[in-house]
């Protein structure tokens, strides 16, 4: 689990300053004000951990088959009102359950521009514990490579880079000698993380009336929710202890959501197709026939049983062609699967019915601001600025930005006041 992030001269940001990340962290705010930049730097480093070239300091992306985001160029990524010298920096902290050699450690990394104009690391510093290891460029791309707090570097040289941004070379790794060991470990163990993160994006595809399956199960369910169907059969008919574990993780969901009673596969004939029939009121139809809501929420439940546990949730606007009720349901979903499934949720929302139900969660004490952190992020003329909303034992929020989800008491003095002005003229 990500327990910390901090973003330094990254896109909107000139400095985010340290953002809390809970079981469940809820990011809020207008279009365009930097939410999603809180998300797309985790997505930057994931997408490099798993590039194929290991010799890669940071993966911009542009391959849209394996890339969750495509970033651009250094300039597209830096902070526009950045001052010299030229650099943005990713941090962050995290935990690991289990039996894992590495129980939790620290992330950061700045990056610069080179003459050719690739991006290369400038300093990269892993921690866990009172341990540190730090890896810093020098003249011609040189790193040298220091130890805890040693002043002078244990190798340097043009063949000590460091690998996808988060490992220290094999060569590195001979050179530190009995430090060796551990510094590889707390690489894996970042890799790990990054690698365990789920990210489903705003835009998922449209139902089909069927669906070939292969009889394998996916790795995940793509950033536009492609392979939640699969990951639905698999979970239906393959054998394994995992088995109906997400068709019936989904059906309760859609249910609590009065959106259908369950949900059923069927194969077609003895082919390789296969279709999804929804049930509800009494009467089964194909998900090709009902509200586009359930389709686009269908990826979202999935996603919630599927990712293994111990994984990170990224979910942009999970709420979309929901109606009032299932969308305050989410909020529900959110913390008891995170409970569960022992897995972390980071979802950016514009969904007043999601948050005022987790506020509702929060004052009946189902769940405590110890799992819970609410974040609102804004314009102060051209950066961003994070607020942390300031929420009591009661779910009130003390520090809430005016207007953001509109007046509804001013609405309601508005109709009321027009309505009895209305009836004075009919009776005068």
């Known amino acids: ?76 990524v830096l902070n526009q009102s950045t001052d010299s010298p030229r650099q943005f920096t990713i941090a962050f902290d995290f935990q690991r359950a289990g039996s894992a050699p590495i129980k939790e450690g620290k992330f950061e990394c700045s990056y610069g521009q080179t003459s050719s104009g690739s991006v290369a690391v400038q300093t990269l510093e892993l921690r866990t514990g009172s341990r540190r290891f730090r890896a810093v460029r020098r003249e011609k791309g040189a790193f040298s490579i220091f130890v805890d707090d040693e002043s002078q570097p244990r190798v340097k040289g043009r063949d000590y880079a460091p690998e996808r941004s988060i490992a220290f070379s094999a060569d590195v790794i001979a050179k530190l000698d009995k430090d060796g060991p551990l510094a590889e470990d707390l690489s894996l163990a970042i890799r790990r993380e990054l690698e365990g993160i789920s990210y489903l994006g705003p835009l998922r595809r449209k139902p089909e009336r069927d669906y070939p399956w292969n009889k394998t199960k996916p790795g995940d369910v793509g950033s536009d929710g492609r392979a939640a169907i699969d990951a639905l059969l698999a979970s239906a008919l ?25 949900l059923e596969v069927r194969q077609q004939g003895r082919s390789n197709r296969y279709e999804l029939v929804i049930h509800r009121d009494g009467v089964a139809c194909n998900l090709r026939d009902v509200g586009i809501g359930v389709s686009q929420v269908l990826p979202v439940l999935v996603v919630a049983y599927f990712a293994p546990k111990g994984s990170t949730i990224i979910l942009e606007e999970p709420e979309i062609h929901l109606h009032p009720l299932a969308q305050s349901v989410l ?98």
């Open 1 to 76: 689990m990500f327990t910390r992030l901090r973003l330094v001269n990254f896109k909107a940001w000139r400095d985010t300053g340290d953002l809390t990340l809970k079981p469940v962290t809820m990011l809020l705010g207008t279009n365009s004000s930097g939410k999603s930049s809180l998300i797309q730097s985790l997505l930057l480093l994931k997408q490099t951990v798993q590039s194929p070239d290991r010799t890669v300091h940071l993966n911009l992306g542009g391959d849209e088959v394996n890339d969750l985001f495509n970033f651009g160029s250094f300039d597209d």
């Open 238 to 262: 393959l054998k394994g202890e995992e088995q109906n574990v997400v068709v019936e993780g989904v059906s309760k969901w859609l249910e609590r959501m009065k959106v259908a009673e369950r």
């Open 331 to 428: 909020a529900e979903l959110f913390v008891e699967v995170s409970r569960l499934r022992e897995v972390q949720f980071i979802v950016e929302t514009h969904s007043e019915h999601l948050f005022r139900r987790m506020q509702t969660l929060i004052a009946k004490q189902t769940v405590t601001t110890d799992d819970v952190a609410l974040y609102f992020v804004e314009r102060e003329g051209k950066a961003a600025k994070l607020r942390t909303l300031q929420i009591d034992e009661f779910g009130r929020v003390s520090n809430w930005p005016d207007g953001f989800f509109g007046d509804a008491l001013g609405e309601t003095r508005e109709q009321a006041r027009l309505m009895f002005e209305r009836q004075k003229k009919i009776t005068s």
